[in-house]
């Protein structure tokens, strides 16, 4: 079939830890895997740590199919700022994704290219619909893993290098009354965050 359509099939989600029955592919994102992502650099002797784990229902890759994970951020902090995602465009532009979020607390910071931005809260019941030409990635703000589901056109893909290079305009830090937004100071400086 031209829409490569697979036959009907079902997944069981756990609600709470997020896990897949069956898995079918997991890929998990370490703090080495997030070097210069956040402002600060990791502590010596925590590369290995896991930061957060897709859990993907892979179908092929084309518009006529939906794609979907889960994710698991687990709680944590690199200096003041929070573990999150690497974030990214999608590969085609314009697709655009839903999140629901299942447990744990967390916000979703989504930004276009010229630099518009908007964090949103993720718990357990939102609905984030994450438009078409918005970069996102998600941050978990509390004590407990924060587990959402996605769902995308089978076509999406990734574009990870715009935000490697250039980061997202703000930042999620702990401040001392909790989680606050605050400017990313390097945001677009492609000389400071080579440095970095
Ligand atoms: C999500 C993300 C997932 C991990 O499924 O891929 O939360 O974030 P990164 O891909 O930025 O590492 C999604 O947005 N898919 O399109
Ligand atoms: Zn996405």
């Known amino acids: 079939m031209s829409t490569q359509a697979p036959d009907p099939f079902t997944t069981l989600l756990d609600l709470n830890s997020g896990s897949l029955d069956p898995e079918r592919k997991v890929v998990e994102r370490r703090l080495s895997d997030m070097a210069g992502m956040h402002l600060e650099g990791y502590a010596d002797g925590t590369a290995d740590t896991v930061i957060y784990s ?5 179908v092929p890759t084309t518009n006529s199919n939906l794609m979907s994970s889960t994710t698991v951020i687990q709680p944590g902090k690199v200096g003041q700022e929070y573990y999150m995602t690497k974030g990214h465009f999608h590969n085609i532009r314009d697709r655009a994704e839903i999140y629901i979020g299942l447990s744990g607390e967390g916000c979703l910071v989504m930004a276009t290219e010229d630099g518009q931005y908007t964090v949103e809260t993720i718990r357990r019941g939102t609905i984030n619909y994450v438009p078409g030409g918005w970069a996102h990635r998600s941050v ?14 089978g076509d999406a893909g990734y574009n990870y290098g715009t935000i490697e290079e250039e980061g997202f305009p703000v930042l999620v830090v ?12 390097r945001y677009k400086d492609a000389a400071a965050s080579e440095a970095g």
């Open 54 to 58: 897709v859990h993907e229902i892979p």
């Open 174 to 185: 702990a401040g001392e009354d909790g989680p606050e937004v605050v400017p990313n100071p």
């Open 140 to 153: 978990n703000v509390g004590d407990e893993p924060l587990v959402f589901f996605a769902v995308y056109p």
